[in-house]
């Protein structure tokens, strides 16, 4: 695996001496690469089997929360296959949060000056290969949302993989796929999101992504939000959908979207499920699971967070466009 190679060994380079041309390299390198040719080096998968019965003393609509020390292929996977949905409290302490939340805003200020035509440091240097790849075209995306993909800001991107390999995640998220995983430079994103006008519409990603791939979600929220904050959290529809559900109809805005109707079926009289997270909390669930971001009068203030989805690398959806990690 030579790919894998030379991102050890420029990971190494940096890791010695932090240099903005690196970590533009690193950042192409993770990019840049043959997926059927890594797809064939990789072992088979071994599928993962949840438990035949839920293991949290919750009921089935409800989320179970662990701490992340309990944080294994097992509660997560048992998690979102019982409930849809699993929340980890502390997944990250709030002083590395609040390290999270300057570096997105050096990020954002940063894209506001290379859209500008101004030159800029790896905070956010699009890899070349970003800028005329066939299915993310580079469009400035995020200056009206308060969000860009990780992929954009090739320091952030290291900071991050950096992160992720001192808590171990990759041996979790593995296990539990059953396959090497691969990051998508579309589902990696930064977020400083202002509160929204008018409610969101739901969706699953399994709805672009496909139903059929192997994938699990991370969301780390950076701020305090949701119910009783000034800071628009999720909203999720309780308990596990298995299936895509309809889209585009009853005034969705999106072909993919799930308009209020539809999802009013699957709450089937329930509430909708707003949880409050703390700063570093995060919650993990699959393609199937169908949510939007928060809404309401309440909700005055921005919300930071990173959103990374991770995607079984045997039948890895090629329009998101696969990151090595």
């Not at 890594?38 to 662990?66: H, K, M």
């Not at 979102?80 to 949060?97: C, D, E, Q, T, Y």
Request: aromatic share 10%; proline share 6%; hydrophobic share 40%.
């Amino acid at each position: 695996m030579q790919v894998l190679d030379t991102i050890q060994e420029l990971t190494q380079q940096n890791r010695q001496a932090r240099d903005d041309e690196l970590e533009i390299r690193l950042a192409a390198q993770r990019i840049d690469f043959d997926l059927d040719q890594q797809r064939a080096q990789c072992a088979p998968r071994r599928p993962w089997n949840p438990a035949p019965d839920s293991p949290f003393t919750v009921g089935a609509r409800e989320l179970p929360e662990i701490d992340r020390a309990a944080v294994s292929a097992e509660t997560l996977g048992n998690g979102v296959h019982h409930h849809g949905a699993i929340i980890v409290r502390n997944f990250w302490k709030p002083s590395l949060a609040a390290q999270y939340r300057e570096q997105i805003d050096q990020v954002l200020d940063e894209q506001v000056r290379f859209d500008a035509g101004e030159a800029t440091s790896s905070w956010y240097r699009p890899p070349d290969v970003l800028l005329n790849h066939r299915f993310c075209r580079y469009k400035g995306m995020g200056r009206q949302t308060g969000s860009t993909w990780a992929a954009n800001s090739p320091r952030i991107m290291f900071n991050l993989l950096e992160e992720f390999q001192r808590m171990g995640l990759r041996r979790a998220v593995e296990e539990y796929l059953g396959e090497q995983s691969l990051l998508s430079v579309k589902k990696w994103v930064v977020r400083r999101v202002k509160p929204l006008a008018a409610p969101a519409n739901w969706h699953q990603d399994g709805s672009f992504m496909g139903k059929d791939v192997h994938s699990i979600n991370m969301w780390i929220a950076l701020s305090e939000c949701g119910p009783g904050t000034s800071v628009p959290g999720l909203d999720l529809v309780p308990g596990r959908i298995d299936h895509i559900v309809e889209t585009g109809t009853d005034g969705a805005v999106f072909d993919w979207s799930v308009s209020a109707k539809e999802a009013a079926r699957y709450l089937a009289g329930d509430e909708v499920l707003q949880p409050h997270f703390n700063i570093g909390d995060a919650i993990f669930f699959d393609h199937f699971n169908l949510h939007r971001t928060s809404s309401g009068p309440a909700f005055i203030e921005p919300r930071y967070a990173i959103e990374c989805w991770f995607l079984g690398v045997s039948n890895y959806p090629e329009r998101q466009v696969p990151v090595l990690w």
